[in-house]
């Protein structure tokens, strides 16, 4: 059964969310304060948490950013009531993989974390795929991802997209596909989530390229930006 974490202080949305998720048989734990739900983290790892960016006790984006920390291959949704574009992209910078702008509704809510634990799970027919591309190879199965043999720290959506683009790799792949194949296609949001992930991914690529003393830097990935369509993973040389 998959476990749900909600981190919400307003007792009406608090427990209209655990009943919902309940009834979808979705386990669920609530925490009223960022600190508690960083201890109730660390003891009982979730698979999904809902992070209201409000908490009485610590800034929100101070407790994601903890939770990214504790949780690297679980889903963060944050619920906000901050409608500022900078606000949005300050919670997906520090670890959010989506966010959800209240008011919502509870078929959203519902919809959305489907979505994001089945774009979670793969299917059987995955399980034992692995891609090389020059220095970069990619475990599917264990959703681990090296580059010469560095292990490269990546969130639950930065994975999912290294995995979508490595599979056709110098292919180019509009924001549209991306946001279907990789958020879902029942995506409400806006797609400004998927620039922060590529960046966000981009830097881990390049990071861990310089930090492994890689010796031909062309055997390194790279994602290319196609203005006014989407994006290219460009691959190193084969070894």
Known sequence: MPTVLVVEDDPTIGS???????????????????????ERARTAPPDLVLLDLGLPDVDGLTVCRELRMILPASVIVVLTARREQIDIVSGLESGADDYLLKPFSLVEILARVRAHLRRSGKADSDLDEQLVLGA???????????????????????????????RHPGAAVSRETLMADVWDANWFGSTKTLDVHVASLRRRLREVSHTSG????????????LRGHGYRLDTGRPI
């Open 16 to 38: 209209s969310l655990q009943s919902a998720l309940g009834a979808a048989d979705y386990q669920v734990t609530w925490e009223k304060t960022g600190f508690a739900a960083i």
């Open 136 to 166: 970069l190879a990619i475990d599917v199965s264990a959703r681990r991802a090296t580059l010469d043999g560095h292990e490269i720290e990546l969130r639950a959506r930065e994975f999912d997209l290294l995995v979508r683009l490595a």
């Open 214 to 225: 890689l010796e031909d830097p062309a055997r390194a990935p790279d994602i290319t930006t």
